[in-house]
């Protein structure tokens, strides 16, 4: 079984490389964008910040470490939060590209996906008439023909140089049931180590579909595999995203929001900042008689190395 | 739910692109071999006969036509058995190569795998100590870099060009919950139309693993996704073989055998040839009381256009 | 599937016959109290009142018509809520004993115990230091010896008597997998027609316990069982009360809360009253984007007979 | 997990005292007829045989221990098999009576059922016109109104005084989810302990239902309960015997076979005997490649006491 807690670990999301400046204004774009909602999430209680870079100018996601360090010291200042680092980065990108960043920061956390896959956004295309920038739409479009690298010889790489190399730890990203055995793989191999988090992702078009069901399996097949070697967190895709992650705390495990997986805060309606979402997942799990871990916490149950211990 | 028959369709996979010379000397090298060993298994209960081309004098895949057209018409004349094409071909074939043999043989049934994966064989390498040809160890060992492209675009030209354009009719190989998916998206667009071939794939390492608890949750979302509008059937891959489909057939499915997707006939046992497959699987479905399908029952449960309007 | 609306019923089961006066003092007993927490329940949002009665003078269960027929009237003047008697009462009536009330009052819906079983209290009668009445703690520790009664004959009965007869609908209160066997039994012998509502009861010793995975295995059940026939709702026994539910509404499912189900509001925290509960689950509901039914609503989605054709 | 082993334990239930002679011709009535039967069995690879007692004269089930003491000497004498006793008798049969011939013959295995129940046989009653003996009708017809009694104090009955008085352990009859949940009672409270061997019936009226998706439900709930403390084993009634019971070898289970559970051998094809079910069972467990246990190894993954330590 997954390893239980009292308490929950609130992820944010901050902006990600799947949404595009057209889709909502609340979605940050500069560095200073993504550190003031990175801070204002923290504070509404969200113990890890998931984070990706953009083009100041433009929003198109960027790999440039340049831009990292634009905002990665604003908050490491202001909250106590755990960094995580994509390491997936935006669509296009080469792994060498997509590893930049993380292997300047040496963060304490960074996501890692654990397999190759279809990646489609192209159905989005089709939802927006006018576009803020001209690269937003060939960026989805071309996605009907995109493949999501991560082989595991990439993956083997990512575990020793960002993982051994500066004492990373990862937020495994699942995104079908195949990747929890690739995982699986690599914990066998020795080439990672308990406790480990996995993060179950839902309703990607390539990955496994969001199908309330599809959670209960992806936590007893994750159970089945690690035993009690890891600890559980969900994200859901769009409107998915609230009840799928109360599904995961109902279940024992652990949550992530933010602007990267939904826009929306309810039905039809946009979300004003990631702090939103994080206080509304607070409220439910309060009501369901949940704590909030601390990032204090979350750096207990994840085993990170501090948030003194980065390179940033 | 998927549509249940009385009887089970055996489908035997001949030859495969995935196991190398060395791992067995049954294994079908040659058109003749391929062409009598398919015929063998079509006596002993195959109503259908998945197939891919090796090259005759190293036995690595190819996907030449010419080599296909040594046996297909072989095949076709001695038994009434549907004849299945491989469009995933070899590990490194463009979609393109893959598409050569289907195109111009227009055949009943073609494999179509629905999306794209890591497709790991680099355990295998370290089983053997010496190989038969020089190919082999690098065709396995490159496999921890490699994808297995199957992308939507892909997928979509697949059924318009070979579907559409030939009259040919899919497997649907899944490899994961994702895959199950990736197909109903083309169905809710209206490309892949009922009654269509689902095949579930376990214990292929990128895909979903080898543990019986995933067979009755793969059938389960496709009942969810598709209703009656499907026809499933399962392969596993090694040991895993004759349990899985087992499994399979006590769930209403049908079965895939042949060394395509084992070596073996029991533990540590190498089988001697396809047809031995198809008559160990014969016998078990028997004593469970199950009856055996014919190519014509199998015509009429896939709707497929009928053996005689190939192009071989 | 079980039939999905956009908006959930909320049943609240007031008082029941499983707690005793000395585990709460919220527990209502008197007409009045009944009566006055009913209202209460009906105006925080609850469409379904389920009810049993209680002698004023001890609070011990009791299956007098004429007590419930004190509480009754005020109810149905004050609330359009649906009333849904019991036709299972307190440990230890008869059949004949059960059904005296329900007759009676030819209410709109009546609960009906879909099998015989173990129900046993055993365990909390040792929690419990001093006593309010003499009654209770023997009523408590002799349940290690109790069978809950309900032969098929004895349901056929009361389907016979009470559904066609008077009109009466049923919530069918399923404990275990089998009782939805036994209910899929009287639906094939044409006794229950849909739309019929599917009360699944978790953590009760003698049924099915109280984990989560169980949730949604009752529901693929039903599924399989009943098709759209029918309409699903969820109870737990004591602190799995609110996680229960919320599970039951992820998954498309109505939701019961009450005294009779729980005593608490919060860990270790009793319920001042029925309408808390109520009030807790709607802010959870609501915050996951849900809408409540009205009474109107239930009607409709149950088939119900309306609040004006009842004997009361 | 259950306890797994390469080698599955073929229980046969030899006569039971569910059918009655009119059914079969085949069904054991004599001591003899059971002795020659069970030998039989035993012979063609069932490492235990559950026994019940039948009048010689009516083939009604009886607890009469004389009768018993007919048959199981010779049993013992010609055959090493682990010699089981039901504590169900026969319907409607007192917990005294139908404890009278286990705690005089002591023996190493009893049934115990684990909850009380409907068990309902009354669809039978319909499918015969002439009957052999006055009492078989009325017998079948009477269950509708049946319950099969196992309270939680007939349980810690039987657990203290034929388990803890004559070193008796149980075979653990589980009809539904929660009978599991009552056998974790008593495992939490001391009274039974591990290894124990948990036999979950599928398709009897009153208990689960014979849908294959139930042997892997039943087996991961019991997975969560007991962990590794427990060895498996199913049964299911009827045409659904070998299907359910090949269902849970794939799953790492044991079988149980014999008249008691179905009379059938195939499709509309009544058994000639015990062993016939026990030779078919084999063959298929052989071909799926298991091995098949002896009584000595039965013996030992249940812990029992010895077949020369009963008292017959
Ligand atoms: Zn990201
Ligand atoms: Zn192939
Ligand atoms: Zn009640
Ligand atoms: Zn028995």
């Known amino acids: 079984m997954a390893r239980k807690n009292d308490k929950i670990i609130i992820t944010c999301a901050v902006t990600g490389g799947v949404h595009t400046p057209t889709m909502s204004d609340a979605l940050p774009i500069t560095p200073d964008e993504i550190a003031t909602q990175s801070i204002d ?3 509404a209680g969200a113990a890890i910040l998931h984070l990706h870079a953009r083009d100041p100018e433009t929003g198109k996601p960027t790999p440039d470490p340049a831009v990292f360090m634009q905002f990665l010291p604003r908050i490491k200042q202001a909250t106590d939060a755990v960094v995580n680092i994509t390491t997936g980065g935006g669509l296009g990108m ?12 040496e963060p304490e956390l960074c996501s890692l996906n654990m397999g190759s ?6 159905p989005l295309a089709g939802k927006y008439k006018e576009w803020k920038h001209s690269w937003e739409k060939p960026y989805l479009e071309g996605t009907d023909d995109f ?13 020793q140089h960002l993982g051994e190399g500066c004492g990373t730890r990862f937020e ?8 929890l055995y690739n995982l699986a793989h690599f914990v066998d191999k020795g080439l990672v180590k308990p406790p480990f988090l996995v993060q179950s992702i839902f309703g990607i078009l390539g990955g496994i579909g969001a199908d309330v069901e599809n959670v209960a399996f992806m936590k007893q097949t994750a159970d089945r595999l690690f035993g009690d070697d890891y600890v559980w967190s969900v994200l859901a895709a769009g409107r998915f995203q609230m009840p799928f992650i109360t599904q995961a705390a109902l279940l024992g495990g652990h949550v992530r929001v933010g ?7 309810g039905k039809g309606k946009l979300a004003g900042s990631n702090a939103e979402q994080v206080a509304k997942i607070r409220t439910i799990l309060e009501e369901l008689g949940h704590g909030i871990a ?7 149950m994840l085993a990170l190395k501090g948030g003194d211990r980065v390179a940033f």
């Open 41 to 43: 999430a923290a504070e």
């Open 259 to 265: 602007l990267e997986d939904s826009l929306y805060i």
């Open 172 to 179: 495994h990203e699942c995104y079908d049931i195949g990747h």
């Open 94 to 105: 080469t792994v060498q590209e997509r590893l930049a960043a993380p292997l300047k920061a």
């Open 117 to 122: 896959m279809n990646f489609a956004l192209h």
């Open 147 to 159: 493949i999501f690298r991560n082989t595991f010889r990439d993956i083997a790489y990512i575990l």
């Open 294 to 300: 601390t990032p204090a916490e979350a750096r207990e």
